[in-house]
T-cell receptor
Framework: DADVTQTPRNRITKTGKRIMLECSQT?????MYWYRQDPGLGLRLIYY???????NKGEISDGYSVSRQAQAKFSLSLESAIPNQTALYFC?????????????FGPGTRLTVT | RKEVEQDPGPFNVPEGATVAFNCTYS??????FFWYRQDCRKEPKLLMS???SGNEDGRFTAQLNRASQYISLLIRDSKLSDSATYLC???????????FGTGTLLAVQP
């Protein structure tokens, strides 16, 4: 079984709809992250969480919100989706203890907003 | 100026060739450096960390030049399976987060 899972894997939604992307991990890591990837722009950080009570904005948090329901779960919400939020979304985890900040990524969610 | 810059490629090389990628970073306070590999439509995966002394893992060699603020990745004896996008990643400094380059696409030809 994969250590970091994301649901759904693909989603098409309409402008104005609310959508939630979910991420779960079995690695026991404290830190979790949400990124989006767009062609030519690379991976950009949306939100990150260093533990259950810690939520931080990344470089492109506008239009998004997150919830860290448990150490193993970190969800990303688009309150009112717009077409320029069409992208590939990745969840990632890392272990505070190692100090190396190697990140382990989920398989991604391909989101299309029409 | 982007914090991490890479030549997007594509680098088209024959099997068995040696290929090198460079990456530059702008924040001199950056602390850790990595190369990640990303296959088409897949998640990024750590290929190797980059240490000041340079490090080697099989056919892959990574080097760091702090004075010039660049990182390199050398792949020897290229295999078809090496075809992927290679992401240069920098950690630390004021952001205390990973900063990803946009990636360099490698296509190894038979």
């Amino acid at each position: 079984d994969a250590d970091v899972t994301q649901t759904p894997r693909n989603r098409i939604t309409k402008t104005g709809k609310r959508i939630m992307l979910e991420c779960s991990q079995t690695k026991g890591h404290d830190r979790m992250y949400w990124y989006r990837q767009d062609p030519g722009l690379g991976l950009r950080l949306i939100y990150y969480s260093f533990d259950v009570k810690d939520i931080n904005k990344g470089e492109i948090s506008d239009g998004y919100s997150v919830s860290r329901q448990a150490q193993a779960k970190f969800s990303l919400s688009l309150e009112s989706a717009i077409p320029n939020q069409t992208a590939l979304y990745f969840c990632a985890t890392s272990d505070l203890g190692t100090g190396l900040d190697e990140q382990y990524f989920g398989p991604g969610t391909r989101l299309t907003v029409t | 100026r982007k914090e991490v810059e890479q030549d997007p490629g594509p680098f088209n090389v024959p099997e068995g060739a040696t290929v090198a990628f460079n990456c530059t970073y702008s924040n001199s306070a950056s602390q850790s450096f990595f190369w990640y590999r990303q296959d088409c439509r897949k998640e990024p995966k750590l290929l190797m960390s980059v240490y000041s002394s340079g490090n080697e893992d099989g056919r892959f060699t990574a080097q760091l030049n702090r004075a010039s603020q660049y990182i390199s990745l050398l792949i020897r004896d290229s295999k078809l399976s090496d075809s992927a996008t290679y992401l240069c990643v920098v950690y630390g400094g004021a952001t205390n987060k990973l900063i990803f380059g946009t990636g360099t696409l490698l296509a190894v030809q038979p």
